[in-house]
């Protein structure tokens, strides 16, 4: 199912435009991240990390979402990014991130403090939500089981603007 023809009705794309393409960086995200990737965040990958049509590098994809009378933003990570953002906490961040970063893999977040993330947490694998300062399973919120329950069913909208 492809994700982004499918947007749950309170799911909008108001920044970045979907690039086909990318394959190659798509594998380097596969290639090292420690934990499965779900073959559906991958094909969104996939849909998002190619060239823009300016040309510049896709950074991804910033979506508003209602949550009861706010509307909140969500920005998932093309490849490129999650990649630099895995790099970043991995070699540059302080220590607090070492226990974790190996266990999980960023796929976004609210232009704020909240991340986004895959990982086998306390509820199981899945997609997860933790504030910055505490990016860690034991303050983490498990949203959905996959990108297509979350983008496409709705399943833990709510849940993903809470923590």
């Known amino acids: ?17 979907p690039g086909y393409g990318g394959e190659d960086v798509v594998k380097q995200v596969v290639e090292a991240s420690s934990i499965h990737l779900p073959e559906d965040y991958i094909e969104f990958l996939k849909a998002i990390s190619g060239q823009a049509d300016d040309g510049e590098e896709n950074v991804g994809l910033e979506f508003e979402v209602e949550v009861e009378d706010y509307t909140l933003s969500l920005w998932i990570f093309s490849a490129q990014h999650a990649l630099e953002k895995y790099r970043e906490y991995k070699i540059y961040s302080a220590p607090i991130y070492d226990d974790i970063i190996d266990r999980i893999w960023l796929i976004g977040n609210d232009l704020g403090d909240l991340l986004y993330f895959y990982g086998d947490g306390k509820d199981g694998f899945g997609l997860y939500v933790a504030e910055a300062g505490s990016l860690d399973f034991e303050h983490a919120d498990k949203i959905a089981d996959t990108l297509t329950d979350f983008l496409v069913k709705g399943v833990g909208i709510d849940t993903a603007f809470m923590s």
């Open 1 to 17: 199912m492809n994700i982004l023809e499918n947007l749950n009705d309170r799911i909008q794309i108001v920044d970045g435009a």
